[in-house]
């Protein structure tokens, strides 16, 4: 159990154009769900944090209107990428935590976004 | 507020040696310690954690890990060491929201 799955999980857009992308935790329910960016060969830093059906709580630095995320059910939250830009090119990663168990996470498989 | 270090970038061991990925924390409260391990392109997955109880917590694929209060460390440890454990190791931390550190890259030499 508890396996998240992230979906695409390679995504190439052009500049300017919106991405988004989905975790789902498939057989479990979370309650929290979180988003994570990765640079190569460098950690993760977390963007930010939702719990669904409330808002999402973003990390200092992250811009809120550039990475939306919305946590709509207790299986699916989705970050979408407005107006990409090449900076923006990296490895985000999602996890959700089981209703009742924050302390666990569990990760989705990353989706590696290209912006060219 | 949580913070942890992991002081190597890299480790070699040859295959069938004892293997030990270094992390030491930094925490006003009780800890709350993970490990997780990363293929490349993958997410991670979970190795172990600590919360409370036993310092030697035993974790998937043979890893382990010793809680040391007095050392801040939490390093992670395996006998005997398989090519297919070369990975990017993270040490994290945090009770809700997890800080993680640098990563470690795992290299088990045939």
């Known amino acids: 159990g508890a396996v998240v799955s992230q979906h695409p999980s390679r995504v190439i857009c052009k500049s300017g154009t919106s991405v988004k992308i989905e975790c789902r935790s498939l057989?479990?329910?979370?309650?929290?769900m979180f988003w994570y960016r990765q640079f190569p060969k460098k950690s993760l830093m977390l963007m930010a944090t939702?719990?669904?059906?409330?808002?999402?709580?973003?990390e200092q630095g992250v811009e809120k209107d550039k990475f939306l995320i919305n946590h709509a059910s207790l299986t699916l939250s989705t970050l979408t990428v407005t107006s990409a830009h090449p900076e923006d090119s990296s490895f985000y990663i999602c996890?959700?935590?089981?209703?009742?168990?924050?302390?666990?996470?569990?990760f989705g498989p990353g989706t590696r976004l290209t912006v060219t | 507020a949580q913070s942890v270090a992991q002081p190597e970038d890299q480790v070699n061991v040859a295959e069938g040696n004892p293997l030990t990925v270094k992390c030491t924390y930094s925490?006003?409260?009780?800890?709350?310690l993970f490990w997780y391990v990363q293929y490349p392109n993958r997410g991670l997955q979970f190795l172990l954690k600590?919360?409370?109880?036993?310092?030697l917590v035993k974790g998937s694929y043979g890893f382990e890990a010793e809680f040391n209060k007095s050392q801040t460390s939490f390093h992670l440890k395996k006998p005997s060491a398989l090519v297919s454990d070369s990975a990017l190791y993270f040490c994290?931390?945090?009770?809700?929201?997890?800080?993680f550190g640098k990563g470690t890259k795992l290299s088990v030499i045939p």
């Open positions: 925490v006003s409260g009780n800890p709350y």
């Open positions: 994290a931390g945090g009770a809700y929201q997890l800080t």
């Open positions: 996890s959700a935590a089981r209703e009742g168990n924050i302390y666990e996470q569990y």
């Open positions: 939702s719990n669904e059906g409330s808002k999402a709580t973003y």
């Open positions: 057989d479990f329910q979370a309650t929290t």
């Open positions: 600590y919360i409370t109880g036993d310092n």
